[in-house]
């Protein structure tokens, strides 16, 4: 019975047929050549290669084209999503802008109803005594006059006509001056309450159409302009600052965390984070030459995003559990819904499966895994795409890695800011189906009235890294020796106001 070859035997024999005596001398120095130094070899000495049928035909014919044509189907399935939310959120809006539209114009009509109201009664008493004084001096008059002194019936019955027609017109222009009038002392009144009313601050947003006109820039100005921005905080007592994208250098980073006093050992104590939201790292943060400051500016920066996309995410569960206790809901409330299913990507209506999915990530573990991917914040995923998770796409934008192997195609997703690094990695551990065991193990201490603490649920991640229990070891490790655990009950400071740096 004839043994079958291998792809590599059979190069072999063929070097051996053609007389190859390069192969020749290797395969008798017993120097095992690779399938791909011998077809190298075969070629060089001009010797046609016959396919293999298995290894490359299968391939080019079969699994390639399916392959592709299954990338596209999810890539048509996503677009088609994409489309289906866009235009249920340009419904949503419609409707709402729609809604908002018919309030304010009954509000208005309402408005104007009342104060025609308010000056029609206005006038009625005055022109009530206008009239009496009016007619009690006219009767008064006649009554003297017919007393004193008869008049010709053509006379009376033209001045009768004419008391009628001045009484008219009187009227007519005593109620239309009014009227006016009034109008003009409600619009004057209204326009000094609203400037004795204190100014309340809100959520300032500069207006992004208006372009201040430039002076031509002297000398000077160009000096100026050429110096590094700089971030000048003067208030203790900060309510939330977004920092913009100006390459922020590490040593401003740490002015502006001692203008505002944001420190760890406070943190730690007094459970509470202020907003204070970077949309990147510092570029020279490496540069440090200690190493626990680095990993202090690091926790800085990343805590206040871990916290907030956490209270976002509670907020929901809370709206979720009231919405699954009522009998009738709104269709607001039911679009609501049907977004947070399509978000956590949860079928057939389950809501108690989404109830499952819509929970917090501790922010241990949070912490820990960003800093295991981003090296701290200096990674050069974290720096050129806000990637603090190390989260792969195939179809996304992304960044190749340098060490690649040649017959993967992944690249590390990059996000605009590094927010949105934090609220893709929180869902990705809250749908995909490889944390399923995290939100299983997650549910039964919410069940049990018992807090979600990361070192409890390190060990239902060992799918997020290849090297598996391994990874889930030193994210105990990073835990444990960073303290992280102090951070698991922070909550943000209670603000929404949010102030302007000068830069």
């Known amino acids: 019975m004839k043994k079958k070859l291998s ?28 399938s791909g130094q011998l077809e ?63 309030s304010r114009a009954f509000k208005d009509l309402w408005t104007q109803l009342g104060k025609i109201g308010l000056n029609f009664l206005n006038i009625i008493p005055k022109l009530g005594k206008v009239i009496y004084e009016f007619f009690g001096k006219l009767f008064t008059d006649l009554f003297h006059g017919i007393y004193e002194q008869q008049f010709d019936p053509q006379i009376s019955k033209r001045v009768i006509v004419v008391i009628t ?48 006109v430039k002076k031509p820039e002297t ?69 440090l030459q200690s190493t626990k400051l680095k990993k202090e500016t690091f926790i800085k920066i990343v805590l206040p995003l871990i916290v907030a996309e956490n209270e976002r995410i509670l907020a929901d569960r809370e709206k979720l559990i009231v919405l699954s206790d009522k009998k009738f809901t709104t269709d607001l409330e039911k679009q609501w819904i049907r977004q947070k299913l399509l978000e956590y990507k949860v079928k057939k209506g389950n809501l108690k499966e989404l ?37 792969w796409t195939w179809s996304g934008q992304g960044i190749a890695p340098l060490d690649r192997e040649s017959n993967k195609n992944h690249k590390i997703l990059k996000f605009p800011i590094l927010r949105a690094s934090v609220k893709a990695y929180q869902n990705n551990l809250n749908t995909h189906k490889s944390y399923a ?15 979600i603490k990361g070192l ?12 598996g229990t391994e990874y889930t070891k030193i994210l105990n490790q990073i835990i444990k020796q960073n303290r992280l655990t102090d951070f698991e009950p922070v909550r943000l400071v209670n603000s929404v106001k949010k102030i302007e740096l000068s830069s």
């Open 219 to 287: 000398k000077k100005d160009l000096k100026k302009s050429k110096e590094k921005p700089k971030l000048e905080v003067k208030r203790k007592n900060v309510d939330e600052v977004i920092l913009p994208n100006l390459n922020l250098k590490t040593e401003t980073v740490l002015n502006l965390f001692k203008d505002v006093e944001y420190d760890l050992g406070k943190v730690r104590s007094q459970k509470l984070v202020k907003p204070i939201y970077f949309t990147q790292f510092p570029r020279d943060l490496n540069d």
């Open 437 to 451: 065991k995290f939100r299983q193990k997650r549910l039964a201490l919410r069940s049990k009235n018992k807090k």
């Open 40 to 102: 190298l070899i075969l070629k060089k000495n001009k010797i046609t290669i016959p396919k293999d049928f298995k290894a490359n035909f299968l391939r080019d014919n079969f699994v390639k084209p399916i392959g592709k044509i299954k990338s596209n189907f999810l890539d048509f399935k996503e677009n088609k999503i994409k489309d289906k939310n866009k235009a249920l959120r340009k419904l949503e809006n419609f409707k709402l802008d729609t809604n908002r539209k018919i």
């Open 456 to 467: 409890e649920l390190t060990e239902t991640l060992n799918n997020y890294a290849q090297t």
């Open 165 to 212: 027609s001045v009484v008219v017109t009187t009227t007519i222009i005593f109620s239309s001056v009014n009227y006016f009038s009034d109008g003009e002392l409600v619009k004057k009144s209204e326009i000094k309450k609203e400037l004795k009313k204190p100014e309340i601050k809100k959520e300032l947003k500069k207006p992004e159409t208006k372009k201040e």
């Open 7 to 34: 792809y590599r035997d059979k190069l072999v024999e063929l070097a051996y047929i053609y007389d190859v005596k390069e192969i020749k001398d290797y395969e008798k120095s017993r120097k095992n050549l690779t």
């Open 355 to 391: 109830l499952t999915r819509m929970d917090i990530i501790p922010t241990s573990i949070a912490l820990a895994q960003a800093a295991k991917e981003s090296g701290w914040g200096t990674s050069r995923f974290a720096l050129e795409g806000n990637a603090i998770f190390g989260q």
